[in-house]
């Protein structure tokens, strides 16, 4: 593990789990009692609300301890065992090793929320598409969505090509 890996990592986690934190406390307070706000011909729509659940609340039905299990319990183990491959793979891409920090980032930002929050995630972002539009999500749902696409990208683009960090 050299000091740019590791920097590289620590800075995208802080930027990740920061910036999703900051836009849910701005969220909590001024949303909730707001109506929904369209902006850019309501492409983009401002909405509060709090999921029990996963993506598209799967689970938000289920018993409380099955819930706190699997949203907290199982997402805090499946987190840090990912932030150790990241830390200890040294044949990982940078653009992997960044990918997989954003996807840390954002689940340690989502689960920061179940802990503080009574196992509930703040969300609050809509995209709009004419008549389609996107389950509502917040900032920490759109870095671990990107940090996937980074990882997609690069192997799609790489064919299978490793390339290691420079030391």
Not at 2 to 31: N, P
Not at 49 to 74: H, I, K, Q, Y
Not at 122 to 147: E, P
Request: glycine letters at 10%; charged letters at 15%.
């Amino acid at each position: 593990m050299t000091w740019f890996r590791t920097s590289i990592i620590l800075l995208i986690l802080t930027c990740c789990v920061g910036c999703d934190q900051m836009t849910k406390q701005y969220a909590r307070e001024r949303l909730p009692a707001s109506p929904t706000v369209g902006m850019f011909s309501d492409i983009v729509v401002f909405q509060y609300t709090e999921n029990r659940g996963a993506a598209m609340s799967f689970g938000a039905d289920f018993p409380r301890t099955v819930r706190l299990t699997l949203f907290v319990g199982m997402a805090a183990v499946i987190l840090l065992s990912i932030l150790g491959l990241v830390l200890w793979q040294n044949s990982l891409s940078l653009p992997v090793v960044m990918g997989l920090s954003m996807i840390v980032g954002g689940g340690f930002g989502n689960l920061l929320d179940r802990i503080m929050n009574h196992g509930r995630v703040i969300d609050f972002m809509i995209l709009r598409f004419g008549r389609y539009q996107t389950a509502i999500f917040n900032g920490a749902d759109v870095a671990i969505t990107a940090g996937l696409i980074l990882i997609l990208f690069t192997i799609l683009l790489n064919s299978g090509v490793r390339r290691q960090i420079p030391s």
